[in-house]
């Protein structure tokens, strides 16, 4: 399993940009596709954004689109997702995870332990 930690997270205003990182260790990062996923209170946790192995190919869930970007490193095992244009509807714990694959619409997390995640908070 991959070990992953987030960081970047803080309290933004409203139509302000933030952007989250994701440090992996373990030389298996490159096999997987990765996510950004987040957890609001009293809310389900959700993929907001994923990434295929190369980089390639990306998925954004409908609420994020235009708004925030994946992306990755390989060689320094890292993950950053780009935020911008926030709203208070984007306050949450963000994780990043490793997936099944980029095939299922919403891609699914592949493991079932999670990090710690970073909280964003937007304020209006």
């Known amino acids: 399993q991959v070990q992953l930690a987030e960081s970047g997270g803080g309290l933004v205003q409203a139509g302000g940009s933030l952007t989250l990182s994701c440090q992996a260790s373990?030389?298996?990062?490159?096999?997987?596709?990765m996510g950004w996923f987040r957890q609001a209170p009293d809310k389900e946790r959700e993929v907001v954004a994923a990434?295929?192995?190369?980089?390639?190919?990306?998925y954004y869930a409908d609420s994020v689109k235009g708004r925030f970007t994946i992306y990755r490193d390989n060689t320094k095992n890292a993950l950053w997702l780009r935020m911008s244009d926030l709203t208070p509807e984007d306050t949450a714990i963000y994780y990043c995870?490793?997936?099944?694959?980029?095939?299922?619409?919403?891609?699914?997390?592949?493991?079932?332990?999670w990090g710690q995640g970073a909280q964003v908070t937007v304020s209006s």
């Open positions: 990434i295929g192995w190369s980089g390639d190919a990306t």
């Open positions: 995870h490793a997936l099944v694959d980029l095939i299922e619409d919403p891609p699914r997390p592949e493991f079932a332990t």
């Open positions: 373990g030389h298996k990062f490159v096999s997987y596709a």
